[in-house]
């Protein structure tokens, strides 16, 4: 990818959502475009079980989720993965061409 921005906050409610934007001919070879937007949500009452998974559960949720992704080697698709196989729900939401997926 030849470049990436994320963007990780906590909503009014609590849930941590994760948002990431790939840019460049990287992008195509993976996702068949050159910009993509995709994002994953979840729910608070899971923010600890996420802590523990990536082995920090003293920091905010925030800094802990936003340090990993700034190394430029971890994407947003390695965290589901890490999600996925610890058995974490989340919500996912991908935007192409003009139109917003979901996905519970």
């Known amino acids: 990818m030849d470049r ?3 963007s990780v906050s906590v909503n009014r409610v609590g849930d941590l959502e994760i948002t990431e934007e790939l840019f460049g001919s990287g992008v ?3 996702y068949d475009r050159e ?3 995709h994002s994953i949500r979840i729910r608070k009452d899971k923010l600890c079980l996420v802590a523990t998974a990536l082995g920090n559960e003293r920091d905010d949720i925030v800094e802990v989720v936003f340090g ?3 190394d430029e080697e971890y994407f947003l698709a ?3 993965d890490l999600l996925d196989h610890e058995g974490i729900t989340y919500s996912y939401a991908a935007q192409m061409d003009g139109v917003t997926h979901f996905r519970p």
């Open 4 to 6: 990436k921005l994320e």
């Open 28 to 30: 195509v070879g993976v």
């Open 35 to 37: 910009h993509y937007v």
């Open 68 to 70: 990993k992704l700034r």
């Open 78 to 80: 390695d965290l589901m």
